[in-house]
């Protein structure tokens, strides 16, 4: 994570901890797929005590960061915030959605995601963001009992539930057979949904999906997204982040614009 922030992040999302120390799903849980990422890790984690010491070198080093959490229960995933806010995040990310875990269904329901989100804002006073999930039947139905609840802002989107046979051996590839989809493949499908939800919430959107190029970040700019994150286009190399923000920049300045914030949903939306 600190060298991720010393390649140009501005800011470092974790990998998403819970309550207790997980193992996560045997292998295979990993695999590439029409030049996306398939994985079925299965939420592996150290649990949130262990994880803190972790996060608590990256504070000394000043550098911004925010903690995805998860849990089964309203009470588990407040008992995940209570303890990740000793280690001072800028923010926590609620995890709602992995799609090939047991919190898969969270995001899907409009009642569920509200009652999660109640539950940790009540518990604590930062930030709080839901990541929400594309292969819910209505993702701004969503997004809207998340702000109502109140969330900070929305992440969108995380994995695309997938799925890969080995037309030798007539079987998933993945052990767990199901796994989440990310990388280019998914980046349509995440502009679609920030798209859609920047034109009914009135609280930031963070984009997620696929970007591997400033123009990726550029378009999800203008479909509604505050901000970017990127997670599969680190496995070509760090230098992405510093690739993407200078060809950002130059995009800018070519266009007449001074900063980011005035793209922001410039193609359509609120």
Avoid at 98 to 104: L, N, R
Avoid at 139 to 157: F, P, R, T
């Amino acid at each position: 994570m600190a060298r991720v922030a010393r390649k140009g992040a501005d800011v470092v999302v974790t990998k998403s901890v819970g309550l207790e120390p997980r193992k996560g799903y045997p292998g295979p849980n990993i695999t590439v797929s029409h030049s996306g990422l398939l994985n079925a890790v299965g939420l592996t984690n150290p649990g949130i005590d262990s994880f803190l010491d972790e996060l608590r070198i990256l504070k000394r080093h000043n550098i911004p960061f925010v903690i995805s959490v998860f849990g089964r229960t309203e009470k588990e995933i407040s008992q995940v915030a209570r303890i990740a806010v000793e280690a001072e995040p800028s923010a926590l990310e609620l995890n709602l959605s992995c799609p090939h875990a047991e919190i898969s269904q969270i995001a899907h329901s409009t009642k569920l995601t509200g009652d999660f989100v109640s539950a940790v804002k009540d518990t604590v006073s930062i930030p709080v963001f839901a990541k929400l999930t594309p292969n819910a039947s209505d993702i701004v139905a969503v997004g809207l009992a998340a702000e109502e609840a109140g969330a900070d802002a929305i992440v969108a989107i995380n994995t695309v539930q997938g799925m890969k046979i080995d037309i030798t051996q007539k079987a998933p590839v993945l052990a767990n057979k199901v796994g989440g989809l990310s990388g280019p493949p998914i980046f349509p499908v995440a502009v679609r949904c920030i798209y859609d939800l920047y034109h009914a919430v009135s609280i930031p959107i963070i984009g997620v999906g696929g970007v591997s190029t400033w123009e990726d970040a550029v378009e999800m700019h203008l479909a509604g997204a505050s901000a970017i994150q990127i997670g599969t286009a680190t496995l070509r190399g760090l230098d992405v982040f510093a690739d993407i923000q200078e060809g950002v920049e130059e995009y800018l300045v070519r266009e007449g614009f001074s900063k980011t914030s005035e793209i922001v949903g410039l193609a359509g939306g609120n």
